[in-house]
């Protein structure tokens, strides 16, 4: 999502180093260290997830590049669907507010080994109107 700004206070931002998205494609996928707070109360900074490369399922928690490639972020998948490039995330502390984002595929890292959880109601309006604002038309060629 090109310009996209993240708030520190919703940022889980994790340690990016260069090769992030290779090293996550082998097979033993890679280990990575949480700093911020907003996958609280799931995950806690400091603590470490595993992260591989495999299919993205609503409800996993992944972790893809910001829009300037400078920092790693955690946040669950509230929409996605095989063919469209976007995945809509949201960060666990927002969960009631219903506060999403949009990312492209191509910024994905992987998916971290963490049980899923599904979106809530708040959650699946916001992605709803949030694709239906022009995300998925132009992903489908609309105008």
């Known amino acids: 999502m090109a310009g996209a700004h ?3 206070a919703w ?6 180093q260069p090769g992030l998205q290779r090293d ?23 603590t470490r997830i595993h992260v591989r490369r ?15 490639c400078t920092r790693a972020v955690a946040h669950r998948v509230v929409f996605c669907m095989p063919g469209l490039p ?3 995330e949201s960060a666990d502390c927002h969960r009631d507010d219903g ?22 109601p708040s959650q699946c309006w916001a992605a709803l109107r949030l694709m239906a604002t022009g995300l998925a038309r132009r992903s489908l060629g609309f105008r």
């Open 86 to 88: 976007w995945i809509v």
């Open 6 to 8: 993240y708030e520190d």
């Open 24 to 46: 996550a494609a082998r097979p033993q996928g890679i280990w990575v260290t949480v700093v911020s707070t907003s996958m609280l109360p799931t995950l806690k900074p400091g």
């Open 54 to 68: 495999r299919p993205v399922r609503i409800g996993d928690v992944i972790v893809f590049l910001t829009a300037d």
């Open 11 to 16: 940022e889980a931002a994790l340690e990016a």
């Open 99 to 120: 506060a999403v984002a949009a990312i492209h595929r191509k910024k994905l890292i992987g998916v971290a080994d963490l049980p899923r959880r599904p979106p809530t």
